[in-house]
Structures are given as C-alpha cells and as structure tokens.
C-alpha cells in the first residue's frame, strides 16, 4: 500500500471511530467471534456484500450507507452481549440471527424485539446507541463538538447532551441517560 492509500485508510478508520466508536474492522472481527462467524456470514446477516464487508473492515470505505445495516450492526452487537453473558445460547443466536437478517430498518428509534429487557423494554445501552447513531450519521463528531461549543453559553444542557451522545463514549452516554431518569 502506498503512502497515499495508507493516510485514505487511516483517515477511513478515524471516521470510523467517531460514528461508530471504534473501527469497522475491530467491531466486525469481535462480532464474528463472539458469535461464532465467518465473514460471509456476517456479511449475509448484515445485508451487504462480502467485498462490501472486507472493504468496510480494512478502512477502504468509511462508512456504512444504509441505516438498516446501521441498525443490524447494533442487533448483533446486543445479542454477542447477551450470547456472552449466557442469557441466550448458541441455538437461539443462531435464530436471532436470522430474524435480525430480515429486519428492514425503520426509524432509527424503532422497539426491535430481539434488543428488549425481559419487560419489554427497549436496553438503556440499545437506545443510547440508536441516540448516537443517529446524531452520527447527521455529523461528524468534530462538528457535533464545534456545535456544543456555540450552543454552551446559551443552552448548557443542550450543548452537553451532544458532547455526550454525538462525540463521547458510550459508557459516559448511558451514565448521562441513566442520570436523567425521573
């Protein structure tokens, strides 16, 4: 790779971290062995094509263009969490899967039942991520933080809801959500 492709790659992987909080690549590969994949796979329950997975993965392309495939990413990565934490197994993983391949999309805030609590609800952790994919898609977190900036002496709070959920951590996101509860 020339000095050229190798900065294009790099700059792909930084875009990647601040919409998606990590790089492609890193996310995908956790995804593919915490639920026991190979890239066809995932590439098959995500909706893309394979060379669309292996460039998304190796920084050749930043991002990811449909919201539907946004929204699978975030289904797959609450079930790895839920295979990991044994509250469903590999069988069941293996059907979620496959409901989760069928999913359309929607709105960004949709109530998917495969990311719900036991009560139904959707996870604290599935709505901060819907809240920050959402804001990251409008914007780069750059320009999220540039506008928090002008917002801050007029609207505090306003300005550090997008400093939170449109450019932080997702920890620190549903530790501000969890703080305004009730």
Same mark, same amino acid.
């Given at each position: ?7 294009? $790659? ?5 875009? @990647? ?25 995932? +590439? ?10 292996? @460039?998304?993965?190796?920084? !050749?392309?930043? #991002? ?6 946004? !929204?699978?990413? !975030?289904?797959? @990565? ?15 993983? $293996? ?5 989760? #391949?069928?999913? @359309? ?5 949709s109530n998917s039942g495969q990311t719900t609590t036991g009560?139904?609800?959707? $996870?604290? #952790? ?13 914007? +780069? ?42």
């Amino acid at each position: 790779m020339d000095a050229v492709q190798q900065e294009a $790659t790099a700059r792909a992987r930084e875009l @990647q971290r601040s919409w998606y909080g990590e790089p492609l690549g890193a996310l995908f590969r956790r995804l593919i062995d915490d639920l026991g994949l190979n890239q066809a796979r995932l +590439a098959a329950v995500l909706g893309l094509s394979a060379p669309m997975l292996s @460039q998304l993965m190796s920084g !050749q392309r930043a #991002k990811i263009g449909n919201p539907a495939v946004v !929204q699978r990413v !975030q289904a797959l @990565q609450d079930l790895a969490g839920q295979v990991a934490d044994g509250s469903v197994s590999a069988a069941e993983a $293996t059907d979620r899967m496959d409901e989760i #391949k069928k999913t @359309q999309g929607g709105s960004v805030l949709s109530n998917s039942g495969q990311t719900t609590t036991g009560s139904g609800a959707p $996870t604290v #952790k599935r709505v901060v991520r819907e809240i920050q994919s959402l804001l990251r898609s409008v914007s +780069a977190a750059g320009d999220i933080i540039d506008a928090a900036d002008s917002l801050a002496p007029s609207h505090p709070e306003l300005a550090e809801f997008l400093r939170v959920y449109g450019a932080g951590r997702t920890a620190d996101a549903v530790a501000h959500y969890e703080s305004h509860q009730n």
